[in-house]
């Protein structure tokens, strides 16, 4: 064996080195895994929790469903039971795994049952299969259970079998990430015993439930599905394992075909024996094509695509490598995959083919591995698909130059020949011959080292002018042109079409590269349809057109605008049966090939994301047609990635949107309740005075009314200019303004506030005008020292400072009181936010309307702690000398 199949992929090291870290780092999951309810899921998993309990592990039950089946609840006692958390619903409680308790708690084990569970609204995770994958994440282990029904991929599968839709599905990945899958299986007929006897349902239910989902033959089929997925979850460890160990295999505990083809059209029967074989056996098979540096010709190339096609649509795995040892290429793909059989078509036995030599090499390598080879009775396909000799693909003006050349160069030599003798000449002409496989094919550089030959034996060989040879070295020679013209032929021509396959796949590789550049760079779906359409383009040269889903799953009505085709009504209605049935539709297909375009689905993980229509020129050749594949593969990735993005900004926003209304609900809510019952009790008050013949004379009515008006009146207006804000509205009205005087129109506002307060104004001696919205700025003021005013003791001092710089006017409001917390400094300026400590009242918008209008002049706003006790805020407001006047016109 050599040390190319020895050698270990290192990307699939890498890949199982990182999924050893990940697994580390996390708990273990275990899934009880069964065929459907009442095979002892859940029973089976306190048993084993017991036995995890008694060598003195922690273990806790999350969440437990025991259907009131008595040996199930016997089970849970001597375990430590999590209460479930209550949640109410449109008047309904409900009860949930309290997963909050849980971690912090954080056991060694949790129970957790029915892991395909939908959580309760205003849960934290949707499903509970995330409640499990947050404690997993937590270094918690679990032991969970789950019915084959419920797996992602198979839902579909179940309600063809029973007619019962499965509503509540849990993703393939999460039962292929688990640590341990445990299998209860019992027989249809014992499972169907104990519903008669009432041990899984109600009599009644139990009754309903043989009529319907547990009829015998629906059991057998879901017991034979969870037995094969179970199958297929070691035969992935097995291989895991060999990778992880280096172990080139095969182990033959189950099997694998690896069916070896070519573009032949026997290739076609090898395939279809290799199903029937594979379905004889119960084997997976790997359809494998190896590439070597001889180039293929249109036919072949086109029977390769049905060859490859063909094999797909039976069932197959489908792999294309490059090598010019196909035997060696063969049984490395087979030792990778864990094979234990090749199989491969008949050797055709021919002078120059090299499938016998092909069947020889497979038997020298093979060692345990077991190899097929495949005839068909009545084969007449001739001898030669895999010729020594190249295949001969130069065009005619280029024989007519290499035959020019070699003429021109031994008409230029036979002047000169008696001083540099005729064997000289000859290796002139070779020299010449030898360089021509630089620009031609191995075609002109035969017929180029023939002419040479029959020139040199003409014009230079004594007697010259004749084709006759006198002498034993001149013959020698004449044979090596042929000899130097045939092999460097050959070899120029291998070497030629490796070089094309090299950057062929230089190509395929520079172009996934830039979609995936251009698709990461991408931050919106119409972003991502853009440059899908524009790489399509460029390396396919056709028109593209994209229908993507709506939200609802339909197709959409109209094709995306970034588009560069319009299909009209009969193009539409392929592009929604390719949609629809998630295959392949339209021109080069065998389905509705009339169409203009060749229609390919963007699959989803529950529904199609859309179609991608092409407008080929003509057919595409097998490597072309994986590419624009892999092409769509990544975009349907990338649409993917965008719609998941947009789901969870509106999830964000939403929830966002719910939080701001309950805070704006439950403090304007009580803003309004304050003044409203003093407004009430003074107004009652008077109507008592009046009701006993009496004029209310107390002044103390007046104000209380007067002073709950005025703070439902600053409510209203907080909640008027945050709606200006937040819609965009403010528009600074410029003009020049003298900062005293905004200062003292705020500070008059607040009169009755400040009048438990010293308040200290400085303003700088030569401060300019300000251009300003006198308006905005003062309620920008007003807001600050009102701040100051509610969070500083009476008695206490606010200062209000002026000052300014060349680039900027400088407002400072501060205080004496307790000043800010550090996480009260990060979140002073959002809007209902109310540090814990605040009094009563308020609305928590005063900050954040500063901040805004201050913004609205392009100006900023900060606040910080005084070294001396107390926080300060302050504005700054970018100068803008007045054009045309001399600053100190301003003064």
Not at 123 to 128: A, D, G, L, P, Q
Not at 415 to 421: H, N, Y
Not at 609 to 622: A, F, N, P, R
Not at 816 to 845: C, D, H, I, M, W
Request: with cysteine; glycine share 6%.
């Amino acid at each position: 064996m050599t040390n190319e199949q020895t050698r270990p992929d290192p990307d699939a090291l890498l890949n199982l080195l990182q999924k050893e870290e990940e697994k580390e780092k996390k708990g273990k999951l275990k899934i009880f895994f069964g065929m459907c309810a009442g095979v002892g899921k859940t029973y089976d998993m306190l048993k084993d929790a017991h036995a995890a309990k008694s060598k003195g592990v922690d273990v806790v039950v999350g969440y437990i469903e025991t259907h009131k089946r008595p040996e199930t609840e016997a089970l849970l006692s001597g375990l430590s039971i999590f209460p479930r958390k209550t949640i109410q619903y449109k008047g309904t409680t409900l009860e949930e795994m309290d997963l909050d308790a849980i971690l912090a708690r954080k056991p060694e084990l949790v129970l957790v049952d029915e892991l395909a569970h939908t959580n309760a609204p205003e849960s934290r995770h949707t499903k509970r299969y995330q409640d499990v994958r947050e404690l997993l994440d937590n270094g918690i282990n679990v032991f969970t259970t789950l019915n084959v029904q419920h797996l992602e991929s198979r839902a579909d599968t179940v309600a063809q079998i029973t007619g019962s839709i499965v509503h509540e599905t849990v993703p393939d990945s999460v039962f292929a990430a688990a640590d341990e899958v445990e299998v209860i299986d019992i027989s249809p007929e014992e499972l169907l015993k104990r519903l008669e006897e009432g041990k899984v349902y109600t009599p009644e239910r139990s009754k309903r439930a043989i009529e319907n989902f547990f009829r015998e033959g629906n059991l057998t089929a879901l017991r034979e599905m969870s037995l094969r997925l179970t199958a297929e979850r070691v035969d992935r460890q097995l291989r895991d394992y060999m990778a992880k160990q280096r172990i080139s295999g095969p182990w033959k505990s189950g099997q694998r075909l690896v069916v070896g083809i070519s573009p032949s059209l026997r290739s076609i029967s090898v395939i279809r024996w290799a199903r029937r074989l594979a379905y004889t056996m119960d084997a997976s098979w790997l359809v494998v094509c190896v590439e070597s540096s001889s180039a293929l010709n249109q036919n072949e190339k086109d029977q390769l695509s049905k060859n490859i096609k063909l094999a797909k649509e039976l069932g197959a795995e489908t792999l294309t490598t490059s090598d010019d040892d196909v035997a060696g290429a063969l049984i490395r793909v087979a030792r990778r995959q864990n094979a234990t059989q090749i199989l491969v078509g008949k050797p055709i036995r021919g002078l120059f083919s090299q499938s016998s030599h092909l069947i020889d090499e497979l038997l020298a390598k093979s060692g345990d591995l077991d190899i097929y080879i495949v005839g068909q009775e009545g084969d007449t396909e001739r001898a030669g698909s895999r010729r020594f000799f190249p295949q001969i693909q130069s065009i005619l003006p280029q024989y007519a130059i290499a035959s020019v050349i070699v003429l021109v160069v031994a008409l230029a030599c036979f002047p000169v020949t008696r001083f540099l003798g005729y064997q000289t000449v000859s290796f002139i002409i070779l020299l010449t011959v030898s360089l021509m496989p630089l620009r031609f094919g191995p075609g002109p550089v035969l017929v180029a080292a023939g002419l040479g030959a029959l020139a040199w034996d003409f014009l230079f060989i004594p007697p010259i002018f004749t084709f006759s040879v006198g002498r034993i070295e001149d013959v020698l020679m004449l044979g090596m042109y042929f000899t130097v013209a045939i092999v460097t032929g050959v070899l120029s021509a291998r070497v030629r079409a490796r070089e094309k396959a090299v950057r062929q796949r230089e190509e395929k590789t520079s172009a996934l590269f830039t979609l995936t550049r251009d698709l990461s760079s991408a931050h919106s779906q119409d972003e991502v349809i853009k440059a899908a359409v524009a790489n399509i383009k460029k390396f396919f040269n056709a028109d593209v057109v994209v229908v993507l889903g709506d939200a609802d799953g339909e197709i959409a009505s109209s094709p995306h605008t970034a588009s560069s085709m319009k299909p009209d009504a009969k193009e539409y209605g392929v592009a929604a049966w390719s949609y629809w049935n998630e295959k392949h539709a339209g021109k080069y297909t065998d389905t509705l090939p009339s169409a203009e375009a060749t229609y390919f689905p963007m699959s989803g993980p529950r529904y199609p994301l859309g179609v991608i229509g092409v407008k080929l020129t003509q057919k595409l050749t097998s490597d072309q047609e994986n590419l624009l594949e892999n092409f769509i593969a990544q975009i349907s990735s990338a649409v993917e990635r965008e719609l998941l993005s947009e789901i969870s900004t509106k999830s964000i926003i939403v929830a966002e949107s719910e939080r701001l209304y309950k805070t704006l609900f439950n403090s304007v809510s009580h803003e309004l309740r304050t003044p409203v019952a003093t407004i009430m009790g003074a107004s009652e008050n008077i109507l008592h005075d009046l009701s006993h013949g009496s004029l209310p004379t107390n002044e103390e009515y007046a104000k209380e009314i007067h002073l709950a008006a005025e703070r439902l009146n600053r409510l209203v207006a907080n909640l008027l200019d945050m709606t200006r804000l937040e819609s965009g509205m403010i528009q600074p009205k410029l003009d020049w303004h003298d900062v005293r005087d905004v200062i003292n129109s705020a500070l008059k506002g607040l009169d009755k506030e400040l009048s438990g307060h010293a308040v200290t104004v400085n303003v700088q001696d030569d401060m300019p005008l300000v251009k300003f919205d006198y308006g905005l700025i003062e309620q920008a003021i007003t807001n600050l020292v009102h701040n100051a005013t509610v969070h500083s003791p009476e008695g206490t001092e606010i200062e209000v400072n002026a000052t300014h710089t060349e680039r900027e006017c400088i407002i400072v409001v501060s205080d004496s009181g307790p000043g800010l917390s550090n996480e009260e400094l990060q979140k002073v300026f959002e809007k209902f936010y109310r540090a814990p400590t605040a009094k009563t009242g308020g609305t928590g918008l005063g900050l954040p309307i500063a901040k805004g209008f201050v913004e609205a002049h392009h100006g900023t706003i900060s606040a910080k702690n005084r070294l001396t006790g107390g926080a300060e805020f302050s504005i700054r407001i970018p100068v803008d000398p007045e054009p045309g006047k001399p600053k100190q016109e301003h003064i």
